[in-house]
T-cell receptor, first 114, second 110 residues
Framework: GAVVSQHPSRVICKSGTSVKIECRSL??????MFWYRQFPKQSLMLMAT?????????EQGVEKDKFLINHASLTLSTLTVTSAHPEDSSFYIC??????????FGSGTRLTVV | DAKTTQPNSMESNEEEPVHLPCNHS???????IHWYRQLPSQGPEYVIH???SNVNNRMASLAIAEDRKSSTLILHRATLRDAAVYYC???????????FGQGTELSVKP
């Protein structure tokens, strides 16, 4: 079945530094990937749609200069949290669709900014 | 995006069936009904989807009302591993993003 790998699963960084999260589709090509953020006890919030070979589309209220998305190949999208602050601490999840019906999600990245 | 409404939480006993309801009164003719579930500290997992007819797979069954304004996810025999947040989401047949609502937190008692 379709597998999406997300790395790292956990990361702790200092305030002011940048963190990169990778999302890979292991056994299929994904022209579109999606990035979500989830705070404790809340639902997933869509941050942006990552398009291979073009600029990402950000949801309203998401700072594109803070959350840099690169989708350079059909199997890899990256999310970089720049100048991270404690309020950016969250659970970040990516997903990709192999068909027009179902999505596969990564296992998530727990980011803690100290 | 059409909205769905689900109860915040439900309880079930182990090995009993569970019926998780979802209302989607503004569903359009091209919207598919998707269900995903999320276990603690994991990404969501696909459960099932349908358009008009009831659907069955190894995980669950999906019963869709005739007017399509509501649906029910059925877990035939709940296990402790089924404790999760279940999300009912509408998605059009052109693909595109999934917008998550609050979902139903299912707890399963031994």
């Amino acid at each position: 079945g379709a597998v999406v790998s997300q790395h790292p699963s956990r990361v702790i960084c200092k305030s002011g530094t940048s963190v990169k999260i990778e999302c890979r589709s292991l056994d299929f090509q994904a022209t579109t990937m999606f990035w979500y953020r989830q705070f404790p006890k809340q639902s997933l919030m869509l941050m942006a749609t990552s398009n291979e070979g073009s600029k990402a589309t950000y949801e309203q209220g998401v700072e594109k200069d803070k959350f840099l998305i690169n989708h350079a190949s059909l199997t890899l999208s990256t999310l970089t949290v720049t100048s991270a602050h404690p309020e950016d601490s969250s659970f970040y999840i990516c997903s990709a669709s192999r068909s027009s019906y179902g999505y596969t999600f990564g296992s998530g990245t727990r980011l803690t900014v100290v | 995006d059409a909205k769905t409404t689900q109860p915040n939480s439900m309880e079930s006993n182990e090995e009993e069936p569970v019926h998780l309801p979802c209302n989607h009164s503004t569903i359009s003719g091209t919207d598919y009904i998707h269900w995903y579930r999320q276990l603690p500290s994991q990404g969501p997992e696909y459960v099932i989807h349908g358009l008009t007819s009831n659907v069955n797979n190894r995980m669950a069954s999906l019963a869709i009302a005739e007017d399509r304004k509501s649906s029910t996810l059925i877990l035939h025999r709940a296990t402790l591993r089924d404790a999760a947040v279940y999300y009912c989401i509408l998605r059009d047949n052109q693909g595109g993003k999934l917008i998550f609502g609050q979902g139903t937190e299912l707890s399963v008692k031994p």
